[in-house]
């Protein structure tokens, strides 16, 4: 899996990395599979806190106006399929979410980066959206994601790509 590299200041169109990963809701999904719809792709840290459940949450809120908009809406983070199943019971999610335990979907679209916490450095997910056209080209994506609100502006940008 070649590596993408994005740029989100000067951002050109690029063909999405394929990958096929464990589904919470069962099998596996492929993005090769989903040629011919709109895909969001949000990669995030981890299941269970704080920042993570509010983005979850409010793409969950908003599943089904994605779906209106025949638009496949993902999360992806390196938890496991227990962990996920954990999350979509505890706070009662909409929502289909990709173990990448390996990371190496997370690393080919180059969001596995050092991070630090209390001056301590680690690898971990950035949190990043990708906005994915039916042909497999991204058009958009945002870095270092806000959480509030977040996913009604992809919600938004996805009806301005569409429109």
Same mark, same amino acid.
């Given at each position: 899996?070649?590596? =993408?590299?994005?740029?989100?200041?000067?951002?050109?169109? &690029?063909? /999405?990395? +394929?990958?096929? #990963?464990?589904?919470?809701?069962?099998?596996?999904?492929?993005?090769?599979?989903?040629?011919?719809?709109?895909?969001?792709?949000?990669?995030?840290?981890?299941?269970?806190?704080?920042?993570?459940?509010?983005? =979850?949450?409010?793409?969950?809120?908003?599943?089904?106006? &994605?779906? /209106?908009? +025949?638009?496949? #809406?993902?999360?992806?983070?390196?938890?496991?399929?227990?962990?996920?199943?954990?999350?979509?019971?505890?706070?009662?999610?909409?929502?289909?979410?990709?173990?990448?335990?390996?990371?190496?979907?997370?690393? =080919?679209?180059?969001?596995?980066?050092?991070?630090?916490?209390?001056?301590?450095?680690?690898?971990?997910?950035?949190?990043?959206?990708?906005?994915?056209?039916?042909?497999?080209?991204?058009?958009?994506?945002?870095?270092?994601?806000?959480?509030?609100?977040?996913?009604?502006?992809?919600?938004?940008?996805?009806?301005?790509?569409?429109?």
């Amino acid at each position: 899996m070649a590596k =993408a590299q994005i740029n989100q200041n000067e951002f050109e169109p &690029f063909t /999405a990395p +394929d990958f096929t #990963l464990p589904s919470s809701k069962g099998g596996e999904v492929s993005l090769r599979d989903l040629k011919g719809q709109w895909v969001v792709l949000f990669f995030y840290p981890k299941d269970n806190t704080e920042g993570c459940t509010i983005e =979850a949450r409010e793409f969950s809120a908003l599943a089904g106006e &994605f779906g /209106a908009l +025949d638009t496949a #809406l993902f999360g992806i983070s390196k938890d496991s399929l227990k962990k996920h199943a954990n999350f979509i019971n505890k706070f009662d999610l909409n929502l289909t979410l990709l173990a990448d335990e390996s990371t190496q979907t997370i690393q =080919a679209y180059g969001l596995w980066a050092e991070k630090t916490l209390y001056g301590k450095k680690y690898m971990g997910t950035e949190r990043a959206t990708l906005l994915i056209d039916p042909d497999g080209m991204v058009r958009k994506v945002w870095r270092n994601v806000k959480v509030g609100g977040h996913a009604a502006e992809v919600l938004s940008a996805l009806k301005g790509f569409k429109s």
